[in-house]
């Protein structure tokens, strides 16, 4: 019997591994957790896209707000964008767009034939700033506190579910 | 970082003269090395699997030109490393940090290594009586 | 029709693998030898079939028969004809096929050259392996199918990847399947034995050719996807770490570790049941592997397109085979009693900590592959790449390498130690002295180079010397052993100067201009436009001088397959004795034809897969050993008599 306890070793590991590659296959996903949720804004200083001055993070303390990053050269951007103008309208927070590695002719016509749902738009052309939120592709959102906090933080489009299911919640706690 | 680009886009506009420059215009190997170092450690998140040196994806370029600009400012290995981590997370390196979550990565082989060793040596022993 | 035909072909298949599956293992237990006969026959017939269905898939591909989906998908109109043939492999569907095809010529194989076999013994080990090609021959009937037409029939097909349409890419996965199948052979007699309770010298000595031809075939494969790697994706390395290289890379390993148990084993009635643990295990990662590449578990860049039903498929298989192994394994092992005893004195020793290193370092390489998974459960992410890898091989390599030559010295059953490391004492001077000329020539050498190369020479003196000094030196286990250990020390030796001694570069040049790296000149002359078959390209040249003399031009191209969308940058490589000159074209950077260009000098890479040339080439040796023959023999007549006396 104890020689049959040590000869069973290699099926139980064997067995973890088989359920290990089954889970896996259920939640396996390319998204990377950032590792700034929690943490203070990154400081900025950026031009808007639309008015000739400059605003940093603190310019943006008060209340929470949503940053979304976009470009025109970005499809999910596209299908993302009566999600963004939808939750810019309810009014329940402020929008912020940061324009990323995009051109200001391109953002420019991109903006007039789908509209503007920002409240207001940083630009970002060399991608400095994406850099220190971590953002790796567009679009992205990050929500953010009144005092400046990244509370959450959605990788890819936003859609009615994840807005329903992620963002409204999580502000909802804020308030 | 300004006079990188200054010299680069000077070149670029002075298109009559023969010229052949380095990409990064390093000051010595040390960081030549420091940089390819970084650039093969570094994760291009946005690629299948590939390190910042293979890729030509454009985010891999902004990170590798950050990356220029650090070495070429004498930034050292563990302060650029740290910086693309705040940012990126762990997933950003391809060499993992040695921390409580991670200890098993690290330190199992040579535990099997040593039950191994241990169970080969008990039993020639014991076969030897 | 003929697509008809081929699936027909297939459904037969299926049929014959459950039959051989079933009857003589059926023959075994009910010990019936007409039933147990039925298992050569069977093997036989089960091969033609899968045959003649993967050669109707290749001449599908070449009438381009674009109702049938695998070949719309993976040809095109201008698709030259070689890469048609190939193409029949190029993706999932028809790679598996081959895979099965294969299988069954391997069973037909072990059909064949096994009459050192007894009846009840070839029974159990062809049903195993029937039923292995069994669900084989399911997965490609159910989940991934070239045989599946589509309507209505496209005009012209979706071209094949232009990664695949390539020497390198095209021999490799039939090797590495050589290889997989190849192991499968080790793993059905240790099932086999296992159900039957015995394992005796004779099989493990007929198991170990396979084993080495499989290996040899493993290595080939490896060695071909490296040099793939290297000049075909641009950057200049030869080996990333990448979860689907280390899926092949796996198996080998393991292997590599069974060869050696296998000859201690094979000698002494003792670790049997290791042996018959490593072999189970080998079998079992490269169905692990197949599971990793085409799952879309992980995440590549070789990856297949992903689909989770037949991710689910290969788990199930791997579930059935291996788990169904090591369970006859947890009850069955302690009844293949070790009867001889090891002296810890001798090279069976060595040979068992050995195996020990080798599987330790799969466990490595299986727990870095599968890592980030574990953390992905807890909803955090890692990556585990080439700084880890590259950290824990040197750590356990280098030992391997110390050792190595310690075990060739001493003799079988019992030696002594002191006196064996006495004898190294001359063969370490040799080494110091090579090594400190080495650092003379190269240095600085960083801690690791210099490890990597004191243990390169220290292998080669000392299997050199060994060599000469063996009372028998001509016979093909000696020279097999010496052959495949020299090949190590290239290997590291080698290894060492490619990955420390290298010299990349990033250079923007303007047409005409000239830049100096690692004492060559390079002139960029400029970049023209190259049409072909079904590629447009952009071809640079580069000149290539030394001191003024002209070595060779280069020309890297930028190519652009227009069916598939896809850029390819495509190396130019000067191949030298001692050094590659590798050149690979950036983008262009300006209007007047500046473009931006990738230099590098790998010195004595090409070395590196001669080392696992030689390797192998060691293993294959090792299988004219007459002693093992002489053997066989003898083994054969026994059987013969006994069946003369039966009937």
């Known amino acids: 019997?104890?020689?049959?306890?040590?000869?069973?070793?290699?099926?139980?590991?064997?067995?973890?591994?088989?359920?290990?590659?089954?889970?896996?296959?259920?939640?396996?996903?390319?998204?990377?957790?950032?590792?700034?949720?929690?943490?203070?804004?990154?400081?900025?200083?950026?031009?808007?896209?639309?008015?000739?001055?400059?605003?940093?993070?603190?310019?943006?303390?008060?209340?929470?707000?949503?940053?979304?990053?976009?470009?025109?050269?970005?499809?999910?951007?596209?299908?993302?964008?009566?999600?963004?103008?939808?939750?810019?309208?309810?009014?329940?927070?402020?929008?912020?767009?940061?324009?990323?590695?995009?051109?200001?002719?391109?953002?420019d016509n991109w903006l007039k034939r789908l509209g503007n749902p920002y409240d207001v738009i940083l630009v970002d052309y060399v991608g400095n700033t994406a850099i220190d939120f971590g953002v790796y592709g567009a679009p992205e959102s990050f929500l953010i506190d009144a005092n400046g906090i990244i509370v959450h933080k959605i990788v890819g489009e936003l859609t009615p579910e994840n807005v329903a299911n992620e963002i409204l919640p999580k502000l909802a706690q804020l308030q | 970082m300004n006079t990188r680009y200054l010299a680069l886009i000077l070149l670029l506009l002075s298109s009559s003269s023969l010229w052949a420059i380095e990409v990064y215009?390093?000051?010595?190997?040390?960081?030549?090395?420091?940089?390819?170092?970084?650039?093969?450690?570094?994760?291009?998140?946005?690629?299948?699997?590939?390190?910042?040196?293979?890729?030509?994806?454009?985010?891999a370029k902004d990170l590798k030109n950050q990356v220029a600009d650090f070495v070429m400012n004498n930034q050292d290995k563990d302060t650029i490393l740290a910086y693309m981590v705040q940012r990126y997370g762990d997933f950003v390196t391809y060499n993992p940090p040695l921390n409580a979550g991670t200890f098993f990565l690290w330190f199992s082989p040579f535990i099997v290594l040593l039950i191994g060793a241990v169970i080969l040596i008990f039993n020639i022993r014991k076969k030897k009586q | 029709m003929l697509p008809e035909i081929g699936q027909f072909l297939l459904v037969l298949a299926l049929l014959l693998a459950t039959a051989l599956t079933v009857l003589p293992m059926l023959g075994y237990a009910r010990n019936n030898e007409t039933l147990m006969q039925t298992a050569r026959p069977l093997s036989h017939v089960l091969f033609i079939t899968t045959m003649a269905s993967f050669v109707i898939l290749v001449?599908?591909?070449?009438?381009?028969?674009?109702?049938?989906?695998?070949?719309?998908?993976?040809?095109?109109?201008?698709?030259?004809?070689?890469?048609?043939?190939?193409?029949?492999?190029?993706?999932?569907?028809?790679?598996?096929?081959?895979?099965?095809?294969?299988?069954?010529?391997?069973?037909?194989?072990?059909?064949?050259?096994?009459r050192s076999l007894s009846l009840d013994q070839i029974a159990r080990v062809l049903s195993v392996l029937g039923f292995i090609a069994l669900g084989f021959v399911a997965f490609v009937l159910f989940a991934s199918n070239p045989f599946e037409t589509i309507f209505p029939v496209p005009l012209d097909g979706r071209d094949l990847n232009p990664l695949l349409q390539d020497f390198g890419m095209i021999m490799h996965p039939p090797l590495l399947y050589f290889g997989y199948v190849g192991l499968?052979?080790?793993?059905?007699?240790?099932?086999?034995?296992?159900?039957?309770g015995e394992i005796n010298e004779q099989w493990i000595r007929w198991s170990r050719r396979w084993t080495n031809i499989a290996w040899a075939f493993l290595t080939m494969g490896i060695i071909l996807g490296s040099w793939w790697a290297y000049y075909e994706l641009g950057w200049g390395g030869w080996w990333f770490w990448?979860?689907?290289?280390?899926?092949?890379?796996?198996?080998?390993?393991?292997?590599?570790?069974?060869?050696?148990?296998?000859?201690?084993?094979?000698?002494?009635?003792?670790?049997?049941?290791?042996?018959?643990?490593?072999?189970?295990?080998?079998?079992?990662?490269?169905?692990?592997?197949?599971?990793?590449?085409?799952?879309?578990?992980?995440?590549?860049?070789?990856?297949?397109?992903?689909?989770?039903?037949?991710?689910?498929?290969?788990?199930v298989l791997l579930a059935i085979y291996s788990g169904g192994a090591l369970t006859l394994y947890t009850f069955r092992a302690n009844q293949l009693k070790s009867r001889d005893t090891i002296n810890l004195n001798s090279r069976e020793t060595l040979m068992l900590a050995n195996s020990l290193i080798f599987i330790t370092a799969t466990f490595t390489v299986l727990l870095g592959t599968l890592f980030p998974m574990i953390f992905e459960a807890v909803g955090k992410k890692i990556s585990v790449g080439a700084p880890y890898f590259g950290l824990m091989f040197f750590v356990l390599m280098i030992p391997m390498a110390v050792l190595l030559p310690l075990g060739s010295q001493l003799k079988w059953h019992r030696d002594d130690v002191m006196l064996a490391i006495k004898q190294l004492v001359p063969y370490l001077l040799i080494t110091t002295v090579l090594a400190v000329i080495v650092w003379f020539l190269f240095k600085p050498l960083n801690m690791r180079a210099i490890a990597g190369i004191y243990g390169g020479l220290?292998?080669?003196?000392?299997?050199?010397?060994?060599?000469?000094?063996?009372?028998?030196?001509?016979?093909?286990?000696?020279?097999?052993?010496?052959?495949?250990?020299?090949?190590?020390?290239?290997?590291?030796?080698?290894?060492?100067?490619?990955?420390?001694?290298?010299?990349?570069?990033?250079?923007?040049?303007?047409?005409?201009?000239?830049?100096?790296?690692?004492?060559?000149?390079?002139?960029?002359?400029?970049?023209?436009?190259?049409?072909?078959?079904?590629?447009?390209?952009?071809?640079?040249?580069?000149?290539?001088?030394?001191?003024?003399?002209?070595?060779?031009?280069?020309?890297?191209?930028?190519r652009f397959y227009p069916?598939?969308?896809?850029?390819?940058?495509?190396?130019?490589?000067?191949?030298?004795?001692?050094?590659?000159?590798?050149?690979?074209?950036?983008?262009?950077?300006?209007?007047?034809?500046?473009?931006?260009?990738?230099?590098?000098?790998?010195?004595?890479?090409?070395?590196?897969?001669?080392?696992?040339?030689?390797?192998?080439?060691g293993a294959i040796i090792a299988l004219f050993s007459t002693r093992i023959k002489r053997q066989e023999d003898k083994q054969r007549d026994r059987v013969m008599e006994q069946q003369l006396k039966l009937s």
Request: one cysteine or more.
């Open chain 1, 1 to 107: 019997m104890k020689k049959i306890v040590i000869t069973l070793i290699p099926l139980a590991l064997f067995f973890g591994l088989v359920t290990l590659l089954f889970l896996n296959m259920g939640y396996h996903n390319e998204h990377v957790p950032s590792p700034l949720i929690g943490k203070s804004v990154p400081s900025f200083e950026l031009p808007l896209l639309y008015e000739d001055k400059t605003m940093t993070e603190q310019d943006f303390i008060g209340e929470p707000w949503l940053l979304n990053v976009w470009g025109s050269w970005c499809p999910n951007c596209l299908y993302e964008h009566p999600v963004v103008t939808d939750l810019a309208q309810s009014g329940k927070l402020k929008v912020v767009g940061l324009n990323w590695k995009d051109e200001f002719s391109d953002a």
């Open chain 3, 242 to 315: 990448d979860p689907v290289e280390n899926a092949s890379f796996l198996p080998w390993l393991a292997g590599t570790a069974l060869i050696h148990v296998q000859a201690v084993s094979e000698r002494k009635n003792a670790f049997r049941g290791w042996t018959v643990l490593l072999a189970i295990i080998a079998f079992s990662l490269c169905i692990l592997g197949t599971f990793l590449v085409r799952s879309g578990s992980i995440t590549s860049v070789h990856s297949f397109a992903a689909d989770p039903f037949r991710g689910i498929f290969i788990l």
């Open chain 3, 563 to 617: 069916k598939q969308q896809m850029p390819m940058t495509e190396a130019a490589i000067y191949a030298g004795w001692t050094k590659d000159i590798y050149v690979s074209l950036g983008e262009a950077v300006n209007k007047e034809g500046g473009w931006a260009v990738r230099i590098y000098i790998k010195p004595l890479i090409r070395w590196m897969w001669f080392g696992g040339i030689l390797m192998l080439s």
């Open chain 3, 458 to 558: 220290w292998v080669f003196t000392a299997t050199v010397g060994q060599w000469f000094k063996h009372p028998a030196r001509g016979s093909a286990g000696v020279i097999g052993m010496s052959v495949a250990h020299i090949g190590v020390a290239v290997f590291l030796f080698s290894m060492s100067m490619t990955e420390h001694k290298d010299t990349e570069k990033d250079i923007l040049m303007q047409p005409g201009s000239t830049h100096q790296v690692a004492g060559y000149d390079f002139t960029f002359t400029g970049v023209d436009r190259v049409q072909q078959e079904n590629y447009q390209a952009q071809q640079g040249h580069v000149e290539v001088r030394r001191e003024g003399r002209l070595i060779t031009t280069l020309n890297p191209q930028k």
């Open chain 2, 25 to 59: 215009d390093f000051k010595n190997q040390q960081q030549r090395e420091l940089y390819q170092e970084l650039t093969q450690e570094l994760r291009c998140l946005v690629c299948q699997n590939q390190n910042l040196a293979d890729s030509d994806a454009d985010l």
């Open chain 3, 59 to 114: 001449v599908l591909f070449v009438q381009q028969d674009f109702s049938v989906r695998y070949v719309a998908e993976n040809s095109s109109l201008e698709l030259p004809l070689r890469y048609r043939i190939t193409a029949a492999w190029g993706a999932h569907e028809g790679s598996i096929l081959m895979w099965v095809t294969v299988q069954a010529l391997w069973i037909a194989a072990v059909a064949k050259f096994s």
């Open chain 3, 184 to 196: 499968s052979v080790a793993f059905a007699l240790s099932v086999a034995a296992l159900i039957g």
